[in-house]
């Protein structure tokens, strides 16, 4: 079975500063893991996904996340944050056809 | 491609209608996948598709929930009869064999009164 615990459910940054979101994830076979993004009365937007290759993981937006096996953990960061990243975002995990969902986490942008 | 289209986008109903979702997933996408976000369970996966034939219906709440999919451009999620803890926002997501991320459609927000 695979889960994924999302650190915080609230994170404030100011404009500019470093956007860090933090996801755990386990999973019993090697999984893919994916960031999405949730603005009001939308829909999740997928942000960046890893499969295989390399570990560190370009999105859309300056988001970046990096695979770090031995941690477990797919971290999102953006170096600045801008009053636009102002969301939701979820942490995903799926070893197969299934994907579990991290409790989310609301990033406020302070100017 | 329009992306992944629900209707309605909301709904208000009476306790005991039957309320019908539907959802018209992106061309040539094999799996369909139904959610529910509430504020209490975040995002629970319902029941999902493949290939148009239901995989996996074990996070259906109870047997006033059915889903189908008759095509492979349409899909329904349908409650009846519906009652007050239904409201939620159901997604329909939709995702390629090649094990991608999903798209997720801009959902319906229930709202059973």
């Known amino acids: 079975a695979q889960s994924v615990t999302q650190l915080g459910s609230h994170v404030s940054v100011s404009e500019g500063a470093l956007v860090l979101l933090r996801c755990n994830y386990s999973?019993?076979?090697?999984?893919?893991l994916f960031w999405y993004v949730q603005y009001p009365n939308q829909g999740l937007q997928l942000l960046l996904k890893y499969t295989t290759g390399a570990t560190l993981v370009k999105g859309i937006n300056g988001f970046e996340a990096e695979f770090k096996k031995s941690e477990t953990s797919f971290h999102l960061t953006k170096p600045s944050a801008h009053m636009s990243d102002a969301a939701e975002y979820f942490c995903a995990v799926s070893p197969g056809q299934k994907v579990t969902f991290g409790t989310g986490t609301k990033l406020q942008v302070i100017p | 491609d329009a992306g992944v289209i629900q209707s309605p986008r909301h709904e208000v109903t009476e306790m005991g209608q039957e309320v019908t979702l539907r959802c018209k997933p992106i061309?040539?996408?094999?799996?369909l996948f139904w959610y529910r976000q509430t504020m209490m369970r975040g995002l629970e996966l319902l029941i999902y598709f493949n290939n148009n034939v239901p995989i996996d219906d074990s996070g259906m709440p109870e047997d006033r929930f059915s889903a189908k999919m008759p095509n492979a451009s349409f899909s329904t999620l349908k409650i009846q009869p519906s009652e007050p803890r239904d409201s939620a926002v159901y997604f329909c997501?939709?995702?390629?064999?090649?094990?991608?991320?999903?798209?997720f459609g801009s959902g319906t927000r229930l709202t059973v009164v």
């Open positions: 997501a939709s995702r390629a064999q090649d094990g991608g991320g999903y798209t």
């Open positions: 061309s040539g996408h094999d799996y």
């Open positions: 999973s019993s076979v090697p999984p893919y």
